[in-house]
Protein backbone atom coordinates (compact mmCIF):
# COMPACT_ATOMS: atom_id res chain seq x y z
CA UNK A 1 0.00 0.00 0.00
CA UNK A 2 1.46 3.67 -0.79
CA UNK A 3 2.30 5.75 1.70
CA UNK A 4 0.57 9.32 0.51
CA UNK A 5 -0.66 9.67 -2.52
CA UNK A 6 -0.07 13.32 -4.11
CA UNK A 7 -3.24 14.49 -6.81
CA UNK A 8 -1.36 17.26 -8.62
CA UNK A 9 -4.56 18.84 -10.14
CA UNK A 10 -3.53 21.82 -12.12
CA UNK A 11 -4.02 24.63 -13.02
CA UNK A 12 -3.31 24.97 -16.53
CA UNK A 13 -0.09 27.21 -17.83
CA UNK A 14 1.28 27.36 -14.09
CA UNK A 15 3.96 25.33 -15.06
CA UNK A 16 2.59 21.77 -14.97
CA UNK A 17 4.37 20.88 -18.31
CA UNK A 18 7.80 21.75 -16.85
CA UNK A 19 7.09 19.93 -13.51
CA UNK A 20 5.79 16.78 -15.65
CA UNK A 21 9.11 16.67 -17.61
CA UNK A 22 11.02 16.40 -14.37
CA UNK A 23 9.33 13.84 -13.39
CA UNK A 24 9.04 11.82 -16.46
CA UNK A 25 12.48 11.95 -17.93
CA UNK A 26 14.02 11.20 -14.25
CA UNK A 27 11.17 8.81 -13.45
CA UNK A 28 13.87 6.22 -12.62
CA UNK A 29 15.41 8.45 -10.12
CA UNK A 30 12.17 9.67 -8.71
CA UNK A 31 11.41 6.09 -7.88
CA UNK A 32 14.51 5.70 -6.29
CA UNK A 33 13.71 8.57 -4.11
CA UNK A 34 10.41 6.89 -3.13
CA UNK A 35 8.04 7.83 -5.76
CA UNK A 36 6.23 6.95 -8.19
CA UNK A 37 4.63 7.57 -11.45
CA UNK A 38 1.71 4.90 -12.09
CA UNK A 39 1.18 2.94 -15.31
CA UNK A 40 3.85 3.80 -18.11
CA UNK A 41 3.57 7.35 -19.44
CA UNK A 42 2.26 10.80 -19.08
CA UNK A 43 -0.19 10.43 -21.48
CA UNK A 44 -1.67 7.71 -19.18
CA UNK A 45 -2.58 10.42 -16.43
CA UNK A 46 -4.14 12.59 -19.46
CA UNK A 47 -6.73 9.69 -19.84
CA UNK A 48 -7.11 9.26 -16.57
CA UNK A 49 -8.05 12.91 -15.87
CA UNK A 50 -10.60 12.29 -18.70
CA UNK A 51 -11.74 9.16 -16.57
CA UNK A 52 -11.98 10.96 -13.44
CA UNK A 53 -14.14 13.95 -15.54
CA UNK A 54 -16.03 10.56 -16.89
CA UNK A 55 -15.90 11.60 -20.56
CA UNK A 56 -13.70 8.80 -21.58
CA UNK A 57 -16.18 7.14 -23.03
CA UNK A 58 -15.78 9.88 -25.84
CA UNK A 59 -14.91 9.08 -29.41
CA UNK A 60 -11.71 11.27 -29.11
CA UNK A 61 -10.11 8.97 -26.51
CA UNK A 62 -9.04 5.10 -27.08
CA UNK A 63 -11.33 2.48 -25.78
CA UNK A 64 -8.41 1.74 -22.51
CA UNK A 65 -9.37 5.14 -21.29
CA UNK A 66 -12.76 3.71 -20.01
CA UNK A 67 -11.93 2.44 -16.17
CA UNK A 68 -8.16 3.92 -16.17
CA UNK A 69 -8.26 5.36 -12.93
CA UNK A 70 -8.69 2.28 -11.31
CA UNK A 71 -5.85 1.12 -13.04
CA UNK A 72 -3.74 4.02 -11.77
CA UNK A 73 -4.88 3.31 -8.57
CA UNK A 74 -4.33 -0.30 -8.01
CA UNK A 75 -0.73 0.21 -9.65
CA UNK A 76 0.07 2.93 -7.36
CA UNK A 77 -1.69 0.85 -4.66
CA UNK A 78 0.97 -1.85 -5.09
CA UNK A 79 4.17 0.82 -4.44
CA UNK A 80 5.53 0.81 -0.84
CA UNK A 81 6.38 4.18 -0.83
CA UNK A 82 4.63 7.70 -2.24
CA UNK A 83 2.58 8.10 -5.71
CA UNK A 84 2.16 10.95 -7.93
CA UNK A 85 -0.25 11.50 -10.09
CA UNK A 86 -0.06 15.17 -12.63
CA UNK A 87 -2.11 16.28 -14.97
CA UNK A 88 -3.55 19.41 -15.28
CA UNK A 89 -7.49 18.63 -16.37
CA UNK A 90 -7.69 17.49 -13.10
CA UNK A 91 -8.65 20.62 -12.31
CA UNK A 92 -12.00 20.67 -14.48
CA UNK A 93 -13.75 17.51 -12.60
CA UNK A 94 -16.72 18.73 -9.87
CA UNK A 95 -16.77 17.88 -6.50
CA UNK A 96 -18.49 14.81 -7.33
CA UNK A 97 -16.17 13.67 -9.65
CA UNK A 98 -13.36 14.72 -7.44
CA UNK A 99 -14.55 12.75 -4.43
CA UNK A 100 -14.63 9.67 -6.50
CA UNK A 101 -11.20 9.68 -7.90
CA UNK A 102 -9.57 10.24 -3.86
CA UNK A 103 -11.73 7.72 -2.20
CA UNK A 104 -10.56 5.36 -4.77
CA UNK A 105 -7.16 4.93 -3.21
CA UNK A 106 -9.28 3.49 0.31
CA UNK A 107 -6.84 3.66 3.05
CA UNK A 108 -3.69 6.37 1.29
CA UNK A 109 -3.22 9.58 3.00
CA UNK A 110 -4.25 11.61 -0.35
CA UNK A 111 -2.80 14.89 -0.74
CA UNK A 112 -3.92 17.60 -3.34
CA UNK A 113 -1.77 20.19 -4.85
CA UNK A 114 -3.05 23.05 -6.92
CA UNK A 115 -0.10 25.33 -8.84
CA UNK A 116 -1.59 28.68 -9.24
CA UNK A 117 -0.21 31.80 -10.87
CA UNK A 118 -1.63 35.31 -10.89
CA UNK A 119 -4.48 36.56 -13.26
CA UNK A 120 -2.94 39.05 -15.10
CA UNK A 121 -0.56 36.54 -16.02
CA UNK A 122 -3.16 33.51 -16.58
CA UNK A 123 -5.61 35.18 -18.40
CA UNK A 124 -3.46 36.05 -21.53
CA UNK A 125 -1.94 32.92 -21.10
CA UNK A 126 -5.03 30.98 -21.43
CA UNK A 127 -6.46 32.97 -24.31
CA UNK A 128 -2.68 31.65 -26.28
CA UNK A 129 -4.06 28.43 -25.12
CA UNK A 130 -7.68 28.37 -26.59
CA UNK A 131 -5.57 30.15 -30.08
CA UNK A 132 -3.33 26.32 -29.95
CA UNK A 133 -6.78 24.88 -29.56
CA UNK A 134 -8.04 26.34 -33.22
CA UNK A 135 -10.13 29.40 -31.38
CA UNK A 136 -10.13 32.43 -33.58
CA UNK A 137 -11.55 34.64 -30.67
CA UNK A 138 -9.76 38.13 -30.06
CA UNK A 139 -7.97 38.63 -27.26
CA UNK A 140 -10.10 41.65 -26.75
CA UNK A 141 -13.35 39.31 -27.35
CA UNK A 142 -11.50 36.61 -24.70
CA UNK A 143 -10.76 38.75 -21.77
CA UNK A 144 -14.51 40.69 -22.14
CA UNK A 145 -15.83 36.93 -22.08
CA UNK A 146 -13.90 35.81 -18.63
CA UNK A 147 -15.02 39.21 -16.88
CA UNK A 148 -18.69 39.21 -18.05
CA UNK A 149 -19.74 35.75 -18.41
CA UNK A 150 -19.09 34.93 -21.78
CA UNK A 151 -18.44 31.00 -23.55
CA UNK A 152 -14.47 31.24 -22.33
CA UNK A 153 -15.71 32.43 -19.05
CA UNK A 154 -16.92 28.94 -17.69
CA UNK A 155 -13.89 26.79 -18.57
CA UNK A 156 -11.58 29.84 -17.54
CA UNK A 157 -13.03 30.35 -14.07
CA UNK A 158 -13.44 26.21 -13.98
CA UNK A 159 -9.53 25.76 -14.43
CA UNK A 160 -8.17 28.80 -13.25
CA UNK A 161 -9.83 29.50 -10.00
CA UNK A 162 -8.00 27.54 -7.09
CA UNK A 163 -10.13 28.76 -4.50
CA UNK A 164 -12.26 26.40 -6.27
CA UNK A 165 -10.68 23.63 -7.26
CA UNK A 166 -9.39 23.43 -3.80
CA UNK A 167 -13.21 23.84 -2.25
CA UNK A 168 -14.00 20.81 -5.08
CA UNK A 169 -10.73 18.72 -4.95
CA UNK A 170 -10.94 19.34 -0.94
CA UNK A 171 -14.00 17.53 0.20
CA UNK A 172 -12.84 14.23 1.12
CA UNK A 173 -9.12 15.81 1.76
CA UNK A 174 -8.07 17.99 5.42
CA UNK A 175 -6.93 21.20 4.68
CA UNK A 176 -3.71 20.59 5.77
CA UNK A 177 -3.46 18.34 2.78
CA UNK A 178 -3.81 20.86 0.64
CA UNK A 179 -1.14 21.96 -0.79
CA UNK A 180 -1.53 25.55 -3.13
CA UNK A 181 2.06 25.83 -4.91
CA UNK A 182 2.67 29.50 -6.38
CA UNK A 183 3.79 30.55 -9.23
CA UNK A 184 6.92 32.87 -8.90
CA UNK A 185 7.29 36.21 -10.78
CA UNK A 186 8.71 36.91 -14.33
CA UNK A 187 12.36 37.18 -13.86
CA UNK A 188 13.04 34.40 -10.94
CA UNK A 189 15.19 31.63 -10.72
CA UNK A 190 13.78 29.02 -12.91
CA UNK A 191 13.70 26.02 -10.29
CA UNK A 192 12.35 28.54 -8.25
CA UNK A 193 8.71 26.72 -8.59
CA UNK A 194 10.27 23.14 -8.86
CA UNK A 195 11.77 23.30 -5.39
CA UNK A 196 8.97 24.35 -3.74
CA UNK A 197 6.44 21.51 -5.80
CA UNK A 198 9.56 18.69 -4.57
CA UNK A 199 9.41 20.15 -0.45
CA UNK A 200 5.58 19.29 -0.67
CA UNK A 201 6.73 15.67 -1.81
CA UNK A 202 9.29 15.13 0.48
CA UNK A 203 12.05 15.06 -2.24
CA UNK A 204 15.64 16.57 -2.46
CA UNK A 205 15.62 18.86 -5.27
CA UNK A 206 18.82 18.88 -5.59
CA UNK A 207 19.24 15.02 -6.78
CA UNK A 208 16.87 16.31 -10.11
CA UNK A 209 17.82 18.22 -13.42
CA UNK A 210 15.56 20.52 -13.66
CA UNK A 211 17.50 22.88 -15.53
CA UNK A 212 17.32 21.27 -18.80
CA UNK A 213 13.17 20.33 -18.37
CA UNK A 214 11.16 21.81 -21.28
CA UNK A 215 8.16 24.25 -20.66
CA UNK A 216 4.72 24.93 -22.57
CA UNK A 217 6.81 28.43 -24.12
CA UNK A 218 4.05 31.28 -24.40
CA UNK A 219 3.62 32.86 -27.68
CA UNK A 220 4.24 36.53 -28.55
CA UNK A 221 1.24 38.77 -29.74
CA UNK A 222 2.63 38.60 -33.13
CA UNK A 223 3.11 35.23 -32.94
CA UNK A 224 -0.40 34.36 -31.35
CA UNK A 225 -2.54 36.58 -33.26
CA UNK A 226 -0.81 35.50 -36.49
CA UNK A 227 -1.99 31.65 -35.47
CA UNK A 228 -5.30 33.02 -34.73
CA UNK A 229 -5.71 34.21 -38.44
CA UNK A 230 -4.37 30.97 -39.26
CA UNK A 231 -7.61 29.30 -37.36
CA UNK A 232 -9.38 31.58 -39.25
CA UNK A 233 -8.33 31.03 -42.57
CA UNK A 234 -8.47 27.05 -41.55
CA UNK A 235 -11.65 27.07 -40.32
CA UNK A 236 -12.59 23.03 -40.25
CA UNK A 237 -10.13 22.09 -42.94
CA UNK A 238 -8.38 20.27 -40.22
CA UNK A 239 -10.37 18.12 -37.70
CA UNK A 240 -10.17 19.16 -33.80
CA UNK A 241 -9.00 16.42 -32.17
CA UNK A 242 -6.62 15.01 -34.88
CA UNK A 243 -5.19 16.66 -37.66
CA UNK A 244 -5.44 19.99 -36.18
CA UNK A 245 -3.97 18.91 -32.82
CA UNK A 246 -1.16 16.53 -34.72
CA UNK A 247 -0.15 19.40 -37.47
CA UNK A 248 -1.30 23.10 -35.70
CA UNK A 249 -0.68 23.14 -32.32
CA UNK A 250 2.07 20.39 -31.87
CA UNK A 251 4.17 21.53 -35.06
CA UNK A 252 3.57 24.77 -36.25
CA UNK A 253 2.39 26.20 -32.53
CA UNK A 254 4.97 24.54 -30.51
CA UNK A 255 8.35 23.76 -32.96
CA UNK A 256 7.70 26.92 -35.15
CA UNK A 257 5.89 29.64 -33.24
CA UNK A 258 7.21 29.26 -29.56
CA UNK A 259 9.74 31.07 -28.41
CA UNK A 260 10.43 33.37 -31.02
CA UNK A 261 10.84 37.52 -30.46
CA UNK A 262 8.00 39.83 -30.30
CA UNK A 263 5.34 41.51 -27.94
CA UNK A 264 4.12 40.02 -24.39
CA UNK A 265 0.34 40.01 -24.31
CA UNK A 266 -0.73 41.86 -21.55
CA UNK A 267 -4.15 43.31 -20.27
CA UNK A 268 -5.50 46.98 -20.23
CA UNK A 269 -5.18 48.93 -17.18
CA UNK A 270 -8.87 48.44 -16.41
CA UNK A 271 -8.71 44.72 -16.81
CA UNK A 272 -5.70 44.46 -14.81
CA UNK A 273 -7.37 45.87 -11.83
CA UNK A 274 -10.19 43.00 -12.56
CA UNK A 275 -7.08 41.02 -12.16
CA UNK A 276 -6.03 42.09 -8.84
CA UNK A 277 -9.73 42.27 -7.20
CA UNK A 278 -10.76 39.02 -8.50
CA UNK A 279 -7.01 37.59 -6.88
CA UNK A 280 -7.30 39.65 -4.00
CA UNK A 281 -10.73 37.62 -3.28
CA UNK A 282 -8.60 34.15 -4.45
CA UNK A 283 -6.47 34.58 -1.84
CA UNK A 284 -8.86 35.81 1.24
CA UNK A 285 -10.94 32.52 -0.34
CA UNK A 286 -7.78 30.28 0.26
CA UNK A 287 -6.71 31.37 3.43
CA UNK A 288 -10.59 30.74 4.82
CA UNK A 289 -10.11 27.53 4.11
CA UNK A 290 -7.00 26.95 5.55
CA UNK A 291 -4.76 25.13 3.02
CA UNK A 292 -1.35 24.99 3.00
CA UNK A 293 0.57 27.58 1.12
CA UNK A 294 3.84 26.83 -0.54
CA UNK A 295 5.81 30.08 -1.57
CA UNK A 296 4.44 33.51 -1.08
CA UNK A 297 0.44 34.64 -1.01
CA UNK A 298 1.17 37.89 -2.48
CA UNK A 299 2.43 36.25 -6.00
CA UNK A 300 -1.51 34.84 -6.59
CA UNK A 301 -2.03 38.73 -6.60
CA UNK A 302 0.34 39.74 -9.31
CA UNK A 303 1.99 43.27 -8.98
CA UNK A 304 -0.70 45.58 -8.48
CA UNK A 305 0.61 47.87 -11.01
CA UNK A 306 -1.61 50.25 -13.89
CA UNK A 307 1.67 50.14 -15.62
CA UNK A 308 1.43 47.65 -18.49
CA UNK A 309 5.11 45.62 -19.62
CA UNK A 310 7.33 47.41 -21.85
CA UNK A 311 6.26 47.03 -25.32
CA UNK A 312 3.47 44.97 -24.09
CA UNK A 313 0.59 44.50 -26.81
CA UNK A 314 -2.88 45.24 -25.09
CA UNK A 315 -5.11 44.58 -28.20
CA UNK A 316 -3.24 41.49 -30.69
CA UNK A 317 -5.90 41.82 -33.39
CA UNK A 318 -4.65 45.61 -33.66
CA UNK A 319 -1.53 44.33 -34.84
CA UNK A 320 -0.35 46.25 -38.12
CA UNK A 321 -0.47 44.02 -41.47
CA UNK A 322 3.22 44.80 -41.72
CA UNK A 323 4.47 43.28 -38.94
CA UNK A 324 2.24 40.15 -39.26
CA UNK A 325 3.92 39.69 -42.83
CA UNK A 326 7.24 40.12 -41.03
CA UNK A 327 5.99 37.09 -38.27
CA UNK A 328 4.21 35.23 -41.07
CA UNK A 329 7.27 34.84 -43.38
CA UNK A 330 9.67 33.94 -40.72
CA UNK A 331 7.19 31.62 -39.50
CA UNK A 332 7.17 29.83 -42.54
CA UNK A 333 11.01 29.81 -42.95
CA UNK A 334 10.85 27.99 -39.79
CA UNK A 335 8.41 25.50 -41.03
CA UNK A 336 10.28 24.50 -44.08
CA UNK A 337 13.26 24.30 -41.92
CA UNK A 338 11.20 21.72 -39.75
CA UNK A 339 9.77 20.29 -42.92
CA UNK A 340 12.89 19.38 -43.80
CA UNK A 341 13.91 18.00 -40.21
CA UNK A 342 11.21 15.96 -40.52
CA UNK A 343 11.73 14.59 -44.27
CA UNK A 344 15.59 13.56 -43.51
CA UNK A 345 14.06 12.06 -40.40
CA UNK A 346 11.61 9.84 -42.25
CA UNK A 347 13.91 9.03 -44.83
CA UNK A 348 16.38 7.47 -42.12
CA UNK A 349 13.77 5.64 -40.53
CA UNK A 350 13.14 4.20 -43.91
CA UNK A 351 16.36 3.27 -44.26
CA UNK A 352 16.71 1.75 -41.04
CA UNK A 353 13.42 -0.22 -41.85
CA UNK A 354 14.76 -1.68 -44.69
CA UNK A 355 17.73 -3.14 -43.22
CA UNK A 356 16.40 -4.33 -40.92
CA UNK A 357 13.77 -6.16 -43.48
CA UNK A 358 16.93 -7.53 -45.29
CA UNK A 359 18.39 -9.06 -41.63
CA UNK A 360 15.20 -10.99 -41.00
CA UNK A 361 15.21 -12.15 -44.53
CA UNK A 362 18.86 -13.62 -44.41
CA UNK A 363 17.84 -15.39 -41.12
CA UNK A 364 15.14 -16.91 -43.12
CA UNK A 365 17.20 -18.40 -45.26
CA UNK A 366 17.44 -22.53 -45.36
CA UNK A 367 21.05 -22.10 -45.12
CA UNK A 368 21.27 -19.44 -42.07
CA UNK A 369 18.26 -22.04 -40.35
CA UNK A 370 20.40 -24.80 -40.53
CA UNK A 371 23.21 -23.20 -39.22
CA UNK A 372 20.92 -22.09 -36.17
CA UNK A 373 19.87 -25.81 -35.66
CA UNK A 374 23.66 -26.74 -35.59
CA UNK A 375 24.86 -24.09 -32.71
CA UNK A 376 21.58 -25.27 -31.07
CA UNK A 377 22.77 -28.95 -31.05
CA UNK A 378 26.43 -27.93 -30.12
CA UNK A 379 25.10 -26.07 -27.22
CA UNK A 380 22.70 -28.39 -25.96
CA UNK A 381 25.68 -31.72 -26.18
CA UNK A 382 28.23 -29.03 -24.76
CA UNK A 383 25.72 -28.88 -21.61
CA UNK A 384 25.02 -32.29 -21.30
CA UNK A 385 28.44 -32.94 -21.01
CA UNK A 386 29.38 -30.23 -18.56
Known amino acids: MARRVFLHVGSPKTGTTYLQDVFWSQRALAEDEGLLLPLDTFHDHFLASADVREIAHQARFPPRAIGIWKRVVDDGSRWHGDVLVSHE?????????????????????????????????????????????RSSTTFSEFVREVRDGGPASRWFWKVQDSASICR???????????????????????????????????LDPDRFDAATSSANSSLSAERAELLRRVNQRLNHRLPMPGAYVETVKE??????????????????????????????????????????????????????????????????????????????????????????????????????????????RQVETPGAVAGLKARYGSLVKALRNA
Not at 93 to 116: K, M, P
Not at 314 to 324: C, V
Request: charged residues 20%.
Open 89 to 133: LLAAASAEQAAHAVQAWIDAEVHVVVTARDLQRQIPAEWQEHVKH
Open 168 to 202: RWGGAVPPQNIHVVTVPPQGTARDVLWRRFATVLG
Open 251 to 360: VFAKRVLSGSPGSPVALSDGDRMYAVERSLERVADLQQQGVDIVGDATELIGSGTTEPRAGASLRPESIPDAALLDAGVEALCALLEEYNTQRRQLARNNRAGRQLQEQH
